[in-house]
């Protein structure tokens, strides 16, 4: 079921409702093990020469623009097995999306384009670096949410490699108190992605390569599939969560059939297309 995006609130994560927005997905956690994630971040300042697109070029690419780069959002959306939303003391469903302080568009090497994109969608930079939360604090508290190192939960993305990647980056400081850069090799990155997401994680990009006539990115895809696009709030981690859920549930009806059809692309990230073994 594809809800309209006007049943559904978007809870915007500050500093100061930080722990109290943790506390609610520690509560509902356990019914809604599905979870659609999008983050947003200022471009990339490095590019891969086409030449040289191969799965450890493009993760030595994607390393060097996380590692001196910082997260604006994260999206995080959340459903059960009948793709419905967590809801709580109202009518409307819900996702959060988390908005981080550490960015400085005056003194971080960034892609213009891609700030000047986010701020024409709504984006106040000035806002986050006030109000924004800590991305140190955001990894504890992610760490003891329960979506992370849990079995039950499956993750779902669109073009996940810098999601995951910065994902991995800020954990991996938390937990074994590393520099805040990702591994130097590919496969030792693939590892940390399964140690804290699991083996159930799916890129969307990856999966519409299996699909006729699907291509582009997600807002190309979400309009070839002929979803509902209204109300949508583009180019924001939240909405994008959702949409990239929505686009998982309408391929996985229309191309994905048997119960053996996704387990074998689950772990593949599009661009870093090698399997590490179990």
């Not at 002929?226 to 949409?243: K, T």
Request: charged share 15%; hydrophobic share 40%.
């Amino acid at each position: 079921m594809t809800l309209p995006y006007s049943s559904v609130m978007t809870r915007s994560v500050w500093s100061y409702n930080l722990e109290s927005e943790f506390e609610m997905i520690r509560l509902v956690i356990a019914l809604y093990p599905f979870i659609s994630m999008d983050t947003k971040f200022h471009g990339a300042v490095f590019q891969s020469h086409l030449a040289f697109r191969q799965p450890q070029n493009n993760y030595t690419v994607m390393k060097a623009n996380v590692d001196s780069m910082h997260l604006i959002q994260v999206g995080l959306t959340l459903s059960d097995d009948n793709d419905n939303l967590p809801t709580f003391e109202t009518s409307n469903r819900f996702i959060w999306e988390f908005n981080f302080c550490e960015f400085d568009v005056t003194q971080h090497p960034h892609a213009p384009h891609s700030i000047a994109l986010l701020q024409r969608q709504g984006i106040d930079f000035d806002k986050n670096r006030r109000f924004g939360l800590s991305i140190v604090r955001f990894a504890e508290l992610m760490m003891f949410s329960g979506l992370l190192c849990n079995n039950n939960i499956q993750w779902i993305a669109f073009h996940s490699a810098y999601d995951f990647g910065y994902m991995v980056k800020i954990l991996s400081q938390r937990v074994f108190y590393m520099q805040p850069f990702l591994p130097p090799n590919l496969c030792d990155f693939l590892q940390l992605v399964k140690f804290f997401f699991g083996y159930k994680v799916y890129d969307v990009k990856h999966l519409i390569r299996f699909c006729p006539n699907l291509h582009g990115g997600l807002d190309k895809v979400y309009e070839s599939l002929g979803l509902d696009n209204s109300c949508r709030r583009s180019h924001h981690a939240g909405s994008d969560s959702l949409v990239t859920l929505h686009v998982f549930n309408k391929i996985k009806t229309l191309y994905f059939h048997t119960e053996f059809d996704l387990p074998k692309h689950a772990g593949v990230l599009y661009g870093l297309e090698i399997i590490v073994a179990n």
